[in-house]
């Protein structure tokens, strides 16, 4: 079972950057795929940037452009960089699973995004 420990949030305004980080231990981190999840106020936790290796990325619509993943397998770690952040992107950042098999049951604590208007 894997643990994954995320930071790396905090308050922003619009426009702003931010770069988070997942900690993921309990497993062999190079071969497992990653991906960012996020969950808005009100809303379901979706999957908004993922990576398979070290170079296959997918990101959702609404971050496109906008937000990179990548990793270190070195240090068993996986990172989302957040540029031009909007108010929508707010909510609370975990990372997990994102294969075929979907998300790990073991979810971290997150970490919160608050970006200001």
């Known amino acids: 079972q894997i643990q994954l420990v995320e930071s790396g949030g905090g308050l922003v305004q619009a426009g702003g950057s931010l770069r988070l980080s997942c900690r993921v231990s309990g497993s062999v981190f190079r071969i497992l795929p990653m991906g960012w999840f996020r969950q808005g106020p009100g809303k379901e936790r979706e999957l908004v940037a993922s990576i398979v290796g070290g170079a296959t990325t997918k990101y959702a619509d609404s971050v496109k452009g906008r937000f990179t993943i990548s990793r270190d397998n070195a240090i068993s770690t996986v990172y989302l960089q957040m540029n031009s952040l909007k108010p929508e992107d707010s909510g609370r950042y975990y990372c997990?699973?994102?294969?075929?098999?979907?998300?790990?049951?073991?979810w971290g604590q997150g970490t919160q995004v608050t970006v200001s208007s």
């Open positions: 997990n699973l994102a294969g075929a098999d979907g998300p790990s049951a073991s």
